[in-house]
């Protein structure tokens, strides 16, 4: 079912914009209107390929408020199949239809998001982020800190971040001041040095504690799945597509450590 999904809105999306065939970035709308369409969280990944479609014509955001968005309306129709999607053809013009298949086609494939990235955690932008968006992703879990003579391993990390993230790997950082009160600056002061001293992409996440009552609740499933917690900074946990496989990896492996990238590649593989 997913094939014919994609391969509808493959079909749809091959067709030129309407007039011109230039791209028009100017009238891209704002990720969170894209997000509302499709009923996604505004920071999840996956609608920069609709604002994408909307920049080339190939449909039209934000829906009318008073009309369902696609995936939505896909969702309650009964069978989810060839019928629901003449009935959808028959509602939306061509274009908006190819964004109806690409929401639909996307919430089919990552819709489900289960086991560790079930929740929602706050950004190093002290903003809510769901981790939902990283569903079908390989999941790499970093403690850091800023101030560690392990501190040098966010260039090995980023440096595989970039590598792998094509392929599906995703690096998410967490700061703590847990161990040897290496990480005693603010979110913001944080932020600063990530991107100041490494040019860190992967996305980070609010000072944490990850240990004791306060123990963040991701670290709390990861331990328990794994039965070792952090002893450091810059433990490693790398979660399988499935959100629930999870190995773990001590401080003194490094990012580039062949055990890693072994584990690394065998789950990037896995379909």
Not at 70 to 88: E, W
Not at 134 to 160: F, I, K
Not at 196 to 222: C, V
């Amino acid at each position: 079912m997913l094939i014919e999904i994609l391969s509808g809105a493959l079909l749809a999306l091959a067709q030129p914009p309407a007039a011109g065939g230039a791209v028009d970035k100017s009238a891209t709308p704002p990720m969170d209107a894209a997000a509302q369409a499709c009923r996604v969280e505004p920071g999840d990944a996956r609608i920069e390929l609709l604002v994408e479609a909307h920049a080339r014509g190939w449909a039209r955001l934000p829906l009318a408020p008073q009309r369902p968005a696609p995936v939505r309306l896909l969702s309650s129709l009964p069978g989810k199949g060839h019928g629901a999607m003449q009935v959808l053809s028959t509602l939306f013009a061509p274009r908006l239809f190819a964004l109806a298949l690409l929401c639909a086609a996307t919430g089919t494939a990552w819709g489900a998001c289960e086991g560790m990235l079930n929740r929602t955690l706050a950004g190093i932008d002290d903003k809510p982020r769901s981790l939902c968006q990283y569903t079908g992703r390989v999941v790499l879990v970093v403690n850091t800190a800023s101030q560690c003579g392990y501190t040098p391993q966010y260039e090995g990390l980023e440096a595989l971040y970039r590598k792998y993230r094509a392929r599906g790997l995703v690096v998410l950082g967490f700061p703590s001041n847990d161990f040897g009160g290496q990480e005693p600056g603010s979110n913001r002061q944080i932020a600063e040095f990530c991107i100041n001293e490494y040019a860190i992409e992967f996305p980070m996440f609010a000072k944490t504690s990850l240990r004791g009552a306060q123990a963040n609740p991701l670290y709390a499933d990861l331990v328990k799945a794994t039965g070792k917690p952090p002893q450091w900074n810059f433990h490693k946990y790398l979660v399988g597509r499935d959100g629930r496989s999870v190995q773990s990896f001590d401080s003194r492996v490094a990012p580039g450590d062949p055990r890693l990238i072994a584990a690394l590649e065998k789950l990037l593989a896995a379909p």
